[in-house]
Structure formats: structure tokens, C-alpha cells
């Protein structure tokens, strides 16, 4: 590992116990956006425990054609339910950044998690394919060994630049919140760092 004189102002940075250098890259906040959603939700999956919970007293009867439809609507009020509470939850945690831990010989990236972002979801497909992977999503971690290092490549695309480096056959984005600016500063900063040798695709 190298010592580098760079000016850390770029990101967000602070030590952990081992003394080990920690950059943050933070997601979009939203804000006033944030306690309009969490509003939404707990309506919304109120709404959903009614039907839940008395849709059955309402429904049921000994005809067979009702009873289908009374198992078809219990799902989706369960589906509906279930989506209503995790997004509560979600919202009240918050988002977190993504993080770099840079370590003597190796770094350790954790993905974050976005916050959930309602929009026009109920109205537009393209919005509900979003609200679905954001509720889906799941936290990635990765670590990166010294030799794994020296595949770390800044590469320009027709959205800006991307930073990578391969694990495997995977090769694995990360800081994807930042900049283009700040993309190519920390590349410089780790080919430094790690004393990588490394130039710019």
C-alpha cells in the first residue's frame, strides 16, 4: 500500500476502529417526499388489514363461484399487506449509503439500499416496475483481495462513467450514486493508494 497526499474532499470520509479508511457515496434523500409516502403507506395498508380481516364476514357464503373469488381477493390483500408493511419499514429506516472500506491489502464495498420511492406507481408501469425492485432490492457485499485490485477500471459509456472490478466472472460496479467527477477521482485515488499502476479506458 502506498500513502497518498490527495485531498480527501470528494467523499465523505471517516475510520473505523482498525483505522481503516471509510469513503460514503449517498443515494437521493427525499425529503418531505419521505413522510408523504410513510402517510400513504400506513392508509394504505390500513385499508389492507380491513379487507384482510373482515373481507371474509363480507364475502363467504356456500356458493362455490364465492368461494374462489373470496381466496383470489384474501391473496391480494395478503400480497398487498405484505408490501404495505415492508415499505413502512423501510421508509422508517431509511436509505443508507454506499460504502468503501479501504483496508492494507484489500477494500470492502457494501451497496447500500436506496429509499422506496412511491411516484406515480398506481398509474404507471414504468413506476411499479421500480417500486418492485426498490422493495425487492438487497443489500450487496463484496470484497475485493489484492489481486482483484488490479482489475479496478474506469470506463466511459454513453451515461457518464462507470467504475469496476472484476470478481470472477462478475465484474461488479460500485459508486454508482456518485458523480462522473468523483468516479474518476476515487479512481485515481485508489490506483494511488494501492499503488495499482493502472490507467483510465
Not at 425529503?31 to 400506513?42: H, P, V
Not at 379487507?51 to 364465492?66: C, E, K, M
Not at 395478503?78 to 468503501?100: A, D, H, Q
Amino acid at each position: 500500500m502506498k500513502s497518498t497526499d490527495q485531498p480527501l474532499t470528494s467523499f465523505p470520509t471517516i475510520y473505523n476502529s482498525d483505522g481503516n479508511r471509510i469513503f460514503y457515496s449517498y443515494y437521493e434523500k427525499l425529503g418531505i417526499r419521505r413522510f408523504i409516502s410513510i402517510l400513504f403507506f400506513i392508509c394504505w395498508g390500513g385499508f389492507s388489514l380491513l379487507i384482510f380481516v373482515f373481507g371474509p364476514l363480507i364475502t363467504w357464503d356456500d356458493d362455490i363461484s364465492n368461494k374462489y373469488f373470496f381466496v383470489f381477493i384474501y391473496l391480494v390483500m395478503t400480497i398487498i399487506l405484505y408490501g404495505s408493511i415492508k415499505s413502512l419499514y423501510l421508509l422508517i429506516k431509511g436509505e443508507t449509503p454506499e460504502s468503501l472500506i479501504l483496508r492494507e491489502t484489500s477494500i470492502i464495498f457494501n451497496s447500500g439500499r436506496p429509499n422506496i420511492k412511491i411516484g406515480f406507481f398506481l398509474s404507471f408501469l414504468s413506476e411499479l416496475g421500480e417500486f418492485k425492485r426498490l422493495l425487492l432490492y438487497k443489500v450487496q457485499h463484496h470484497h475485493f483481495s489484492c489481486d482483484q485490485l488490479k482489475t479496478l477500471t474506469l470506463r466511459e459509456t454513453d451515461h457518464g462513467n462507470r467504475i469496476t472490478i472484476d470478481q470472477g466472472r462478475h465484474r461488479i460496479s460500485f459508486f454508482t450514486t456518485a458523480t462522473d467527477e468523483q468516479r474518476k477521482w476515487l479512481f485515481n485515488y485508489l490506483n494511488s493508494y494501492y499503488d495499482l499502476k493502472l490507467e483510465e479506458e
